[in-house]
């Protein structure tokens, strides 16, 4: 399947986009994703942390991504 | 639950966000402002930059309300945060509670801009005199 990855904050300087499209098995999840943008993205590994959501809410690693699936890297948050 | 949740990318309206906020049921009122400093750790900050996921900002907005309304007997919950370049003085953000009694406006305020710093995705970029940086982004 297809996914398109949307990013924000830092994430953005490091894909050089707003958005990142990935080719990923079916049955891929949340920790899959993590392993191959890191290994495209090296300079994910060094911020702080970053948390990925799906479908405007925060996903944890086994969770299963589908194709039509709104998906964003989260890298640490700065509000207020 | 009565709330005002909303993303701006234009000045935020303290007077109006106080009329919003303020009934006759509600004895204790408070407000929080957040404001652009002009320094970080001693260095000159020339401006702010802020960016939102909005949709799930939103929600994890409505999430932090929903916990305080549970949490506290509060009347109503404002947030209004800001997006965009923002100078020295500006205001990104305004959260107002109220309740009949004062203890419980007070906790749930700080709670709400406490958890927001914590989990509403909106970032903070700050521009220094020799560059800028993502804020919290690295350890």
Known sequence: ??????????????????????????DATVYNLKYLLEQEYPRLKQLASYMVAVNNEYALPGDNLHERDEIAIIPPVSGG | M????????????IQSAINWIMSPESGGIDVFIGTVRNA??????????????????????????????DKWPVQKVLVHHRTGVLEVGEVPVIIAVSAAHRAAAFDACRYIIDTL????????KE?????????????
Not at chain 2, 40 to 64: H, N
Not at chain 2, 127 to 139: K, L, S, T
Request: aromatic fraction near 10%.
């Open chain 2, 127 to 139: 521009i220094f005199e020799d560059g800028e940086v993502w804020v919290a982004a690295h350890p």
């Open chain 2, 2 to 13: 009565i709330t005002d949740i909303q993303i701006f990318d234009t000045a935020l309206q």
């Open chain 2, 40 to 69: 970080t750790k001693g260095k000159k900050v020339i401006r702010l930059e802020f960016e939102a996921y909005e949709p799930m900002a939103l929600a994890e907005m409505k999430k932090i309300a929903q916990v305080a309304f």
């Open chain 1, 1 to 26: 399947m297809k996914i398109k990855i949307l990013a924000f904050g830092i994430a953005k300087d490091i894909f050089g986009s707003t958005s990142v499209n990935l080719e990923m098995a079916n």
């Open chain 2, 117 to 124: 710093k914590q989990t509403v995705p909106i970032w903070k």
